[in-house]
Nanobody, 128 residues
């Protein structure tokens, strides 16, 4: 199995920045990619960003493109999400997740069902 622990959330004002981290442990060699998703109250879980361990592939939701940056530390099995220019609509619980699936079509990594293991989530609240 793979375990994920997300940290770094908090309460910030609009325009501020936050850096989330996802520590991956366990059978890390089975992990092909790690994605960040978020879920606001009353809404479905939505894709934010994803990164593959063994390539330079990254992908972002349109709503965060240009503001968020996903990065990885292969040696320490950590994936970070740098969030800049935060907006109130970014408020949500942010989850990181790992998948063992390999797809040629990158868009498949945007789907919740692609991911096998999930972390517990970290709350991000952006006040206006």
């Amino acid at each position: 199995q793979v375990q994920l622990v997300a940290t770094g959330g908090g309460l910030v004002q609009a325009g501020d920045s936050l850096r989330l981290s996802c520590a991956v442990s366990g059978r890390t060699f089975t992990s092909v990619a790690v994605g960040w998703f978020r879920q606001a109250p009353g809404k479905e879980r939505e894709f934010v960003a994803t990164i593959k361990w063994r390539s330079e592939y990254t992908d972002y939701a349109d709503s965060v493109q240009g503001r968020f940056t996903i990065s990885k530390d292969n040696a320490n099995h950590t994936v970070n999400l740098q969030m800049n220019s935060l907006k109130p609509e970014d408020t949500a619980v942010y989850h990181c997740a790992s998948t063992s699936l390999t797809y040629k079509i990158g868009a498949y990594y945007r789907a919740v069902r692609t991911y096998d293991y999930w972390g517990q989530g970290t709350q991000v609240t952006v006040s206006s």
